[in-house]
C-alpha cells in the first residue's frame, strides 16, 4: 500500500463526480461525515475532483426543500433551482478561497495544468440536470461566467429539456427546449455529462456535431449491476467523441460490493473504449453505499492497489485520472 500511495502522490487522480456541496459541509475541515473534504482529498492524493451541483431530488417526493433545511442551508439559497445552484458555487468559491490557495476552480485547460504543476487541487464545477436553469437558456452563460464547464440535462427524473433513465419515466427524447440548451452549451463549450440520460435523450444527444459528452458517473450494462448502466454502444460513441466515462463506485450499479466488482466494469469499458476512454467517477457523497472496505476517499488507493495486480503502471494511471486529465485539458478552454 505504501508504494501505491507514492504512486497517488506523483499521478494526477482524478474523480469524475462528487455531491459534496449540497450537504453543507465546511470542505476546508476534514470531517468524519460523508466522503469527501478538502484535506481528505489531498491525502488520496487526489489532484482533480469534478464537484455537482444537485438541485433536485427523488421524482416522486420533490423533497429536495426539506433535505436543503435539514442542512441548514439559508433559507434564500433554498427556494428555486437556479437559487441553489447559485448557492453551492459560492460556496466553493468561499472554500477555494480559504483554502490557504491549495484549491481552484479549474476553468481552462491552462488552469488545471497549473494547478498540477503547483500542487493544487482542482475542482472541475458540473451541474446535476438542467432544470436547474428554470427553462432560461441564457443562464447557460451566467454558469459558465461562474466557472461551470459541465452540465448533464436530467436527473432523477424527467425535466423540461429531455427523459432521465429513471425507470418507468417513459424512455423520453430532448424536447425542443433540450435541443436549444445543447446547441448552447456546445457554442459556449460547455461539455454535456450523459450520465442520467434516458436512451431516447443519449440518441439525440449523440446525433449532434459538435457537442462535447462524457459521463460522469455509472455502470456498464454488459458487466452486470444497475438500471442507469451504458451499453456497449453508447461507450463506444463516447469514446470516438473523445469522451471519458467514469466508473461509478456504487455497489447498486456494480452488481456486487467488492474491488473485483469495480475492477470487472473498469476492465470491461476499456475492452470498449480502449484504455484513453476510462476513469473513476465515484458518485461521492451521492446518497450511495461505496465496495467494502471504503469508508471514504482516503481508502481510494485500495482500487489502484486492485488495478496494479493485473495491469500496468501506465494502463492503471489513465484509469485513474490521466483519462480526465486529457479530457479537461481539451474542454475547458482556453483563457
Not at 448557492?87 to 497549473?114: H, K, M, N, P, Y
Request: aromatic residues 8%; contains cysteine; hydrophobic residues 40%.
Amino acid at each position: 500500500m505504501g508504494d501505491v500511495k507514492e504512486l497517488h502522490r506523483r499521478w494526477c487522480i482524478a474523480d469524475g463526480h462528487a455531491d459534496s456541496l449540497m450537504w453543507n459541509r465546511d470542505l476546508c475541515e476534514r470531517s468524519t461525515e460523508g466522503h469527501v473534504d478538502f484535506p481528505r482529498l489531498r491525502e488520496a492524493g487526489v489532484k482533480l475532483q469534478c464537484f455537482t451541483l444537485v438541485t433536485r431530488g427523488f421524482p416522486f417526493i420533490g423533497g429536495f426543500p426539506l433535505f436543503a433545511a435539514w442542512r441548514k442551508w439559508p433559507r434564500e439559497a433554498r427556494g428555486g433551482e437556479w437559487s441553489r445552484a447559485l448557492w453551492q458555487i459560492e460556496r466553493l468559491d468561499a472554500f477555494c478561497a480559504r483554502s490557504g490557495d491549495t484549491v481552484r476552480v479549474a476553468t481552462t485547460g491552462a488552469g488545471l495544468e497549473d494547478n498540477l504543476a503547483n500542487g493544487r487541487l482542482s475542482a472541475v464545477l458540473g451541474v446535476e440536470g438542467g432544470h436547474a436553469i428554470e427553462g432560461q437558456v441564457e443562464r447557460l452563460a451566467e454558469l459558465h461566467r461562474r466557472g461551470v464547464r459541465f452540465m448533464g440535462l436530467t436527473h432523477l427524473s424527467n425535466n423540461d429539456l429531455g427523459g432521465s433513465s429513471f425507470p418507468m419515466m417513459g424512455n423520453r427524447g430532448l424536447t425542443p427546449l433540450g435541443h436549444q440548451v445543447m446547441e448552447e452549451m456546445a457554442r459556449l463549450g460547455l461539455s454535456v455529462d450523459v450520465a442520467h440520460a434516458s436512451e431516447q435523450t443519449l440518441t439525440d444527444l449523440f446525433a449532434h456535431p459538435t457537442v462535447r459528452y462524457f459521463c460522469s458517473h455509472t455502470g456498464v450494462r454488459e458487466a452486470g449491476g444497475g438500471w442507469r448502466n451504458l451499453s456497449d454502444a453508447a461507450l463506444r460513441t463516447i469514446a470516438q467523441r473523445g469522451g471519458v466515462v467514469g466508473i461509478i463506485l456504487a455497489p447498486v450499479y456494480l452488481g456486487g460490493d467488492t474491488w473485483d466488482d469495480v475492477v470487472r466494469h473498469v476492465e470491461h469499458a476499456v475492452d470498449v473504449m480502449g484504455e484513453e476512454g476510462v476513469g473513476v467517477g465515484s458518485d461521492y457523497d451521492g446518497m450511495v453505499a461505496l465496495p467494502r472496505g471504503m469508508r471514504d476517499v482516503t481508502d481510494l488507493p485500495r482500487l489502484t492497489e486492485a488495478l496494479l495486480k493485473r495491469h500496468p503502471e501506465s494502463w492503471v494511471e489513465r484509469v485513474m485520472g490521466g483519462n480526465f486529465r486529457r479530457y479537461f485539458r481539451e474542454t475547458l478552454g482556453g483563457g
